[in-house]
């Protein structure tokens, strides 16, 4: 096993004992933040079998295992945590050093085993076959000593699967975080970031140790995967510094035109209320839905537009006069088709993208309103935006797509909504959710549905500065639900009204 360690990244096995064997290793039950060895069987495999004639080799093994391990532990007083392994051997209980194996129960345990034959970096990895056993859950943990509570700390490790057809539920990296007395400071973490790198895929998170932290405990698992088999390398924890402050100040508009001559005429008010409600060091503003119906007693049809068209030529204007993004909603003509369409504006007045309505209430089609088919996410300078409008709020499926593809803010112009709903869509996916209305109140909201800005006065906008860096926790046992939501989504699970299936 290839190890590269700064300072004190590492704490031995405890229980190391070079006289135990290869094979047929068992343990007793445990929790999962323990560490414990519970498994019924691990194997090795290697190119070159363990046999008498290998003497040679086991002193030099036995050699280069208690070598590591006084080296390592020369290094076991406070410093920055830098933690790398590849190249995986087997010490002579089976296990790479610092290494040990866990399952539940004997009848959820996978087989582990490290195998040469597949690797990232150099000869051995960290292997978990499901065994033929839909049950399986459970893999590898490795514990690091040295922790500090409220410290930052980047997750890296690769991993290449065969057979696992659900890789965001059937692979699991998660970090256990204990306190000096052993038990849990805090919610795990799950990295979710992952990143396709030819065969491999790396799987990473920044995240912060809880506070009296004192060792994390890396768990590698496969879950539910029984004709599968999943590969670990290039495992890594380094110490980061805290992230840095990543404010974006955001200004929605709450303003509901009346008895307006003409399209023109609603968006010449908007633009007005802007002129003297938002401050000129403003990231993005946010105007309602439709802007270029309301109050013209029209319909669709009649104030329908192309994008680029003559309302984003204004909402160019204004982006560039101000030197932020803008974004409201429009009917947008599109051949033969009418969409309700959301346009985001670039500072430059660039049309960043566009987003047509995917829920429709029942007055839109009647209308000649199409739905859209997509949710896009969009990279801005600051972080990643999603749009959605209205009744899209109702339905649950909107705003987890755009928080599953990054979505940090998501913008909905709405002409009123459902409150409750509203607010839990920012909830329940951790995002910031900004809302422009002409009747319920326009505001910001952060992901645990505090509301941080709220506008009810004709003309006015409501206007807060956020910050995309801050990470925001339901507390010891939930955790981080954005992280949580991104992991432990069950998309496989069909939902289909019975009478329809087929």
């Not at 998660?174 to 979710?192: F, I, M, N, Q, V």
């Not at 990543?246 to 008010?269: G, K, W």
């Not at 329940?428 to 645990?448: A, H, R, W």
């Amino acid at each position: 096993m290839r190890l590269s360690i700064q300072a004190s990244c590492f704490q031995p096995q405890k229980d190391y004992d070079a006289s135990r064997l290869y094979n047929g290793i068992e343990g007793a039950r445990a929790k999962p933040g323990k560490g414990e060895t519970t498994v019924s069987h691990v194997e090795t495999r290697n190119h070159i079998p363990f046999v008498a004639g290998s003497i040679v080799a086991l002193l030099l093994r036995r050699a280069v295992v208690r070598g590591a391990i006084f080296f390592f532990s020369c290094f076991a007083l406070g410093a920055t945590v830098h933690v790398r392994q590849s190249g995986f051997q087997p010490a002579e209980n089976g296990l790479p050093s610092g290494w040990k194996v866990w399952a539940a129960r004997s009848d959820t345990a996978p087989k582990t085993f490290v195998d040469t034959a597949h690797y990232r970096s150099g000869p051995g990895s960290l292997a978990i076959s499901g065994d033929s056993n839909s049950l399986v859950y459970g893999g590898w943990h490795y514990a690091i000593s040295s922790i500090e509570g409220e410290k930052w700390y980047r997750f890296a490790a690769y991993y290449r699967t065969e057979g696992v057809p659900n890789e965001q539920l059937q692979v699991i990296a998660r970090l256990w975080w204990t306190r000096a007395d052993g038990k849990r400071s805090g919610a795990p973490d799950y990295p979710y970031t992952v990143t396709r790198e030819g065969e491999w895929t790396r799987m990473s998170i920044d995240a912060q140790a809880p506070d009296k932290t004192t060792e994390v405990t890396i768990h590698l698992y496969i879950a539910n995967a029984p004709q599968g088999t999943l590969w670990w390398d290039d495992v890594s924890l380094d110490e980061i510094p805290a992230p840095a402050p990543r404010p974006v100040t955001i200004a929605t508009i709450h303003l509901r035109p009346r008895d307006t001559e003409s399209p023109e005429d609603s968006v010449r008010r908007f633009l007005e209320t802007i002129k003297t409600a938002v401050p000129a060091k403003t990231d993005v503003i946010l105007l309602p839905e439709t802007i270029t119906l309301v109050g013209t007693n029209k319909k669709a049809v009649d104030v329908a537009e192309p994008v680029p068209g003559p309302t984003t030529a204004r909402l160019v204007e204004l982006a560039r006069q101000r030197n932020s993004y803008v974004a409201a909603s429009i009917y947008e003509k599109d051949g033969h088709a009418i969409y309700n369409t959301a346009v985001l504006i670039g500072r430059k007045g660039e049309l960043v993208g566009k987003y047509r309505k995917v829920y429709l209430p029942y007055d839109e089609p009647d209308d000649g309103v199409t739905p859209g088919s997509d949710y896009p996410v969009f990279q801005t300078d600051f972080g990643k935006v999603g749009m959605m409008i209205c009744w899209d709020s109702a339905y649950a499926d909107p705003a987890r797509s755009l928080s599953l593809k990054g979505a940090e803010i998501i913008l909905m112009p709405i002409w009123d909504g459902l409150m409750p709903l509203v607010k839990a869509r920012g909830m329940e996916n951790g995002v910031f959710l900004v809302t422009s209305s002409y009747g319920d109140p326009s505001l910001i909201q952060d992901p645990k549905g505090e509301i941080l800005a709220s506008a009810t006065e004709q003309a006015s906008a409501a206007i807060a500065t956020i910050d995309l860096n801050r990470r925001y926790d339901w507390g010891y046992n939930l955790g981080n639900m954005r992280m949580r939501f991104r992991k432990e989504l069950r998309l496989d699970v069909p939902a289909i009204r019975p009478e329809f299936a087929r």
